[in-house]
């Protein structure tokens, strides 16, 4: 493990300290340039080469990156972003970064550790240290307590998995199990295989992609609000994905559809994804705005409100029908035409598999909840329970990052790329045996979440404040009609699922029902 000190002033930031842990030995030095020898000797001494290298380990390899990678020889380098490193690798040596591995500050990785032996000691960082600034024995010890976190942490995983198997990413634990489980699954292959998409079907569901919705209630702005009562809906994105349906066949695309097909559409209750023009698109008095401009492909005379649609002469759009249902609720308007469609006319609950895996992330969060010796790992518990979400909404293909002689980064953005080009990457990444998610599935995900979210919302009028995701706030108290959704709920699931799979026990021996509303009074 490798960490380093560094020091900014107003024109220039700089190493004072560097320190590695090797087999639980702690080295330190001052100049950078000791540690490329002391490696190079390490190198050396092993036999290290381009067949066996030694793995290295960061927390934050983003923030080292910038301060070593001229020192080194960059032979391949994995980016999240343009300044966000996973791993490189030299002739000799695999840096990985551990931030990515566990989601957790360094800290808090350390209290989930067992049978660390790491003191207590803190850094006064504003403080300027230069290499041939003397340092205190405590200084040394705070700097030797990161590479042992790191040592440690690193070795407790190793116990379950090898350097070879080790993912990359916290996701990357929950994405293994669900991928060792469903590419064995039948029920799961045949589902996979009927959402995969051609080029025009994937532009299209990824345009109709976006996230949860942030909104304050005008009315409210630059005020003082008290009294204010909360509802948070329990693990809503994998409420989602156990209680929700889903297309469960490739759709029918269509170009040009006209207006009674639409209806025809429409009634059957079909899932689908469109490409849409609107005319006189208004919001209806004292509603929610639930357009975003930023997803608009095109406006004419159009008049916002924190970067929502309040109305617009013309406006054209990629929706979800989840969606379209969801905008008809707060505005009014005339469809002038249909471009693009996709219909799924087989829609059902993703297969038992996925969703008993959910299941399984949600009863291992529910038993950690309120357990007060527990909080880091509920913490993860969480994470992992909301895992399955990002798994799902991950883009089939990715931005490419490609890394230049200077080191700099140039990203070419997926969202750039031609028809043909997309529709090569497509079929590249459906002959990758280790893909087996369909991007259909977020989407809808979070599709149905902001319908869940909307309804209550419109119910509320002018009692409603603001809303994030799966958070509603209000001024009156509507535990009366959230009571009546969580009974909904409630008894739905129970058709579905056994109540100790959707309705687990925490510490307490209190059940906690899976995308209930749970209410917080001011």
């Avoid at 994905?241 to 759709?251: F, I, N, Q, S, W």
């Avoid at 209806?263 to 005319?279: H, M, N, P, Q, S």
């Avoid at 790992?377 to 200077?406: C, H, I, P, Q, W």
């Amino acid at each position: 493990s490798f960490d380093i000190e560094t020091t900014t002033t107003d024109d220039a930031a700089f190493i004072y300290l560097w320190q590695f842990c090797e087999n639980g030995d702690f080295i330190y030095g001052r100049y950078i340039e000791e540690f490329v020898d002391y490696l190079d000797e390490f190198a050396e001494l092993n036999e290290l080469n381009e067949n066996k290298k030694a793995v290295i380990f960061v927390h934050n390899l983003s923030y080292e990156w910038q301060f070593i990678k001229h020192y080194f020889t960059i032979e391949k380098a994995f980016f999240m972003d343009s300044h966000d490193v996973l791993y490189f690798e030299t002739p000799q040596y695999i840096f990985k970064c551990t931030y990515h591995l566990t989601n957790l500050s360094l800290r808090n990785w350390a209290k989930s550790i067992n049978d660390i032996p790491v003191l207590k000691t803190s850094l006064e960082y504003k403080k300027i240290r230069y290499p041939w600034t003397p340092l205190t024995v405590e200084e040394l010890e705070y700097a030797k307590n990161d590479v042992l976190i790191i040592y440690y942490g690193i070795k407790e995983k190793l116990k379950n998995d090898t350097l070879y198997s080790l993912p990359l990413t916290a996701t990357g634990y929950v994405r293994r199990n669900f991928r060792n489980s469903c590419k064995n699954d039948k029920e799961w292959a045949e589902f996979y295989r009927s959402q995969q998409m051609d080029a025009k079907r994937y532009m299209l569901y990824r345009a109709a992609f976006f996230g949860g919705q942030v909104f304050l209630n005008p009315i409210f702005y630059n005020k003082i609000i008290r009294g204010v009562h909360s509802f948070d809906k329990a693990s809503d994105y994998p409420y989602q994905l156990v209680a929700k349906e889903y297309p469960k066949d490739r759709g029918c695309y269509i170009s040009d559809l006209d207006m009674f097909d639409f209806l025809t559409i429409i009634e059957r209750g079909d899932l689908w994804v469109a490409k849409i023009t609107f005319t006189n698109f208004k919001l209806n008095k004292y509603s929610y705005p639930f357009i975003q401009k930023y997803k608009c492909l095109h406006i004419e005379n159009g008049r916002f409100e924190s970067g929502r649609v309040i109305s617009a002469d013309m406006l054209q759009i990629v929706l979800t029908s989840i969606d379209f249902n969801s905008a008809s609720l707060f505005y009014s308007f005339n469809i002038l035409k249909i471009h693009e469609i996709i219909v799924h006319k087989k829609k059902g609950l993703l297969p038992k598999v996925f969703r008993n895996l959910c299941l399984k992330n949600y009863a291992n969060k529910t038993k950690y909840k309120n357990d007060s010796e527990h909080i880091i790992e509920y913490k993860a518990s969480k994470s992992d329970n909301n895992s399955a979400y990002g798994m799902t909404v991950t883009d089939m293909l990715r931005d490419a990052f490609e890394l230049n002689e200077d080191l700099t980064v140039t990203v070419t953005r997926s969202s750039s790329l031609s028809v043909d080009e997309i529709q090569t990457k497509l079929d590249k990444f459906y002959k990758n045996k280790n893909n087996f998610l369909p991007y259909s599935i977020g989407v809808f995900c979070v599709a149905h979440a902001r319908a869940d979210l909307v309804e209550p919302i419109a119910e509320m009028k002018m009692d409603f404040v603001y809303c994030d995701t799966d958070c509603v706030k209000c001024f009156e108290d509507y535990s009366e009609y959230f009571t009546k959704i969580n009974k909904n709920i409630y008894n739905y699931l129970s058709t579905l699922y056994s109540e100790e799979d959707f309705a687990p026990k925490d510490i307490k021996g209190v059940r906690h029902c899976i995308g209930a509303w749970e209410c917080e009074s001011p």
